[in-house]
């Protein structure tokens, strides 16, 4: 049975109290004779009678907080006017059986209605409110099951489409509301446009259209004020919202009473609302509004997760795409360049034969150069990429390697103490250390300040755990000296060799930069490309003979060194 509403109830209060409050008001006129009567048997009736029309006509217009029980309210107050009528109408009967004047009794009669009728509603809203209470109590219950099981669906939906379905599925699901529709809104074009509905047919939907702009009809309702405040908008009345006129027509057609629109908030925007309509109204309580508000977020964060695994997984597509093409330019490299290469130097050597000609000597060096070029460029394709799988790897063990298939003459390289294990790819750390190997003996020519004095990987011996040849100068030292050892958060290469100028390190590392017109201006680049794909960072300072030093900060690195 569908409940009175709280309009009709209180008009029905309302008039009863004003009926009464006329006829007090006559009986005051009446009695004005008999000052102390008429204060005792029509004033006070009627500041009652009043205050039952006052407190109806507050229902009516359900500013009251008991207007969802105000039937209950009414009965009460029907239950206490007849109640007290009943016990003085023997007053009124007796006056009848004797004959006499019955205007007293009347008036007592009346009297008690009027008080029964503001004693029963007294009652009545004190029984209206410990039912809204109870009902509140449920409702929070029931909301909060809903809310859990659509915030778990949340959690494990993997597609914006389908969350969005899913939440309005839920929620129309339970027994609280009867129809949502979600919105999505793009700054770019200003409107937010629906893209997910349970309980609405496609032609309500067609039919909608939202701005944000606050200058415009239909940009001034609750749900563009949502997404332009990014709060809730409750609607207990959508009758009584003059910003929801252009859709009064549709919603009297579907039956909503009540509405809130949830503004789906993440950290960085607004993508939207969630929209829910209700057949009654007065629905969304403070309780409810901070609920709702906290699915509104929960959904919000959700998507911008959403979309930045979305995003990644088009990045690592990319990636891939990438690293393909860096495979196929190294193939080319590698086939369609030697072989021409390895002609032109096979031509080269016959001719050589035959003819004596220092021009040959530059057609040599220039074709040496070219091959150069080519080594550092596979170097780039093959090994400028994210590593995947590292493992823990001894420094000095990898340094020791690398030494031993580069060209070291006129070096000598040594080590400050053990520089610790790395997790890393050992092939790709090779090529760091060659490369800084190379570009130290190259570029270094000495130093006249004396070098650091820590423990020396091995003595000149030409043995297997020798570390390379020593090409000393006329004091016996060599020409260039290169240490590996640890620091606080990686480990460094230093040499002591004429460094490189403050105004250049931050150019060194770019492709092609070199001071030496013969290199290929590749070394640097390749080791910080390689530094980056294992996620550490590289930097060049001074060294503390004056060389360049290079500089890693690593994760996962373990030494041995003191205070390492």
Known sequence: MKRLSARTAGTIIGGAGIVLA?????????????????????????????IVAGVG??????????????????GWTVVGTLALSASVGWLFLDTVVRGQATSSAVRAVLNAATLGALVGLVVGIYDARGQCQRYRAEQLRRINGTLRIVTQEVVNATDRDELETVVCERLTDSVLYDSAWIGRYAPDDGIVRPTAWAGHDDEYIESLEVTVDPDDPIGQGPGGEAIRTGEIQPVQNVFAEPSLEPWWELLAEKGVESMAVVPLVGEERVHGFLSIYANRSNV??????????????????AIESMVARDQLARRERELVRQNQRL???????SHDLRNPLNVADGNLELVRMDVDDDRLDRVSDALDRMDELIDDLLTLARYGRTVDEVEPVALRSVA????ATTDTEGARLQFDGDPGTVEADESRLAQVFENLFRNAIEHGTGSDQPGPTPEESGPPTGAPDDVGEFARGGDGSPAVTITVGPTDEGFYVEDDGTGISADARESVFETGYSTDP???????NIVRSIAEAHGW??????????????EFTTTGVTTNAPGG
């Not at 969304?284 to 964060?301: K, T």
């Not at 020791?400 to 030494?403: C, D, G, R, Y």
């Not at 013969?518 to 640097?524: K, P, Q």
């Open 57 to 74: 006509l507050l229902i009516g217009v359900e500013r009251a907080d008991t207007t969802q029980f105000a039937d209950r309210v009414l």
């Open 327 to 333: 495979d196929e330019f190294a193939s080319v490299v």
């Open 518 to 524: 013969t290199g290929t201006g590749f070394g640097l």
């Open 22 to 50: 006329a006829f007090h008001l006559r009986s005051a006129v009446g009695l004005q004779t008999y000052p102390l009567l008429v204060v005792f048997e029509a004033i006070l009736p009627l500041v009652l009678a009043l």
């Open 537 to 550: 960072r590289v930097a060049v300072t001074e060294g503390s003979a004056g060389g360049a030093r290079f």
């Open 284 to 301: 969304f309580g403070a309780d409810e509004r901070e609920a709702l508000s906290e699915l509104g977020e929960s959904i919000g964060h």
């Open 400 to 403: 020791q390697s690398a030494w």
